[in-house]
């Protein structure tokens, strides 16, 4: 089994400031991915960015990176130089990988950013 | 701009009526996933196939839901009948089959009310 906690309900962020969403997982599964998705007041679902178990390095795609802290089983978000238009919820998700590919969502956290 | 699109956007019905909620997986990709989110129970998965077979569907009421590929263009949700604790938002995402690093594209969901 699989899971993924989101201890954030919401977060109220200064445009411009950078932003640190918590994820923490846990699995039995020695492979595994890591995701986040944005999803914005209309309704769809963004993928943002991936991290596999095994990658040695952070991933980052533009302004969002993930902090990856294998013993520590987390993977924070984390988005430099916030934007208004960053606004929305943001989940985080897991896979794994052994023939049974489901994806497993947290509950989500609802970011803010204040003018 | 390669995209899952499902049909309809929105739905109101009222109880005992069947619903049909259809999904068009983007060409090439070989999972299916059909998610159900609301504001009590989040993203929750309702049913996965993989090459058209259902994989698991053990997140779905089996009573009253079915969930089918006629072909690997369509994918089908199907209530009967439907219950008014069935609104929500219905999510269809599709991946390439990548195991670990499986990026699901995400439809715009159909917004289910049942009255």
């Known amino acids: 089994a699989q899971k993924i906690t989101q201890t954030q309900p919401g977060m109220f962020v200064q445009e411009k400031e950078a932003v640190t969403l918590d994820c923490t997982y846990d699995?039995?599964?020695?492979?595994?991915?890591l995701f986040w998705y944005k999803q914005p007041s209309s309704g769809e679902m963004i993928f943002l960015i991936y991290?596999?178990?095994?990658?040695?390095q952070n991933a980052t795609e533009g302004r969002y990176s993930l902090n990856f802290q294998k013993a520590r089983k987390s993977a924070n978000l984390v988005i430099s130089a916030s934007q208004l238009g960053d606004s929305a919820m943001y989940f985080c998700?897991?896979?794994?990988?052994?023939?049974?590919?489901?994806?497993?969502f947290g509950t989500g956290t609802r970011l803010t950013i204040i003018p | 701009d390669a995209r899952v699109t499902q049909t309809p956007r929105h739905k109101v019905t009222e109880m005992g009526q069947e619903v049909t909620m259809r999904c068009q997986p983007i060409?090439?990709?070989?999972?299916v996933f059909w998610y159900r989110q609301t504001m009590m129970q989040g993203l929750e998965l309702l049913a996965y196939?993989?090459?058209?077979?259902?994989?698991?569907d053990s997140g779905m009421p089996k009573d009253r839901f079915s969930a089918e590929m006629p072909d690997a263009t369509l994918a089908t949700l199907k209530i009967q009948p439907s219950e008014p604790r069935d609104s929500a938002v219905y999510f269809c995402?599709?991946?390439?089959?990548?195991?670990?690093?499986?990026?699901?594209?995400f439809g715009s969901g159909t917004q289910l009310s049942v009255l």
């Open positions: 060409l090439g990709h070989n999972t």
């Open positions: 995402a599709s991946g390439a089959g990548g195991g670990e690093d499986e990026k699901l594209f």
């Open positions: 991290q596999g178990s095994y990658d040695q």
């Open positions: 196939f993989r090459n058209r077979a259902p994989l698991d």
């Open positions: 998700a897991i896979i794994s990988n052994f023939g049974n590919e489901k994806l497993t």
């Open positions: 699995t039995s599964d020695p492979s595994y991915g």
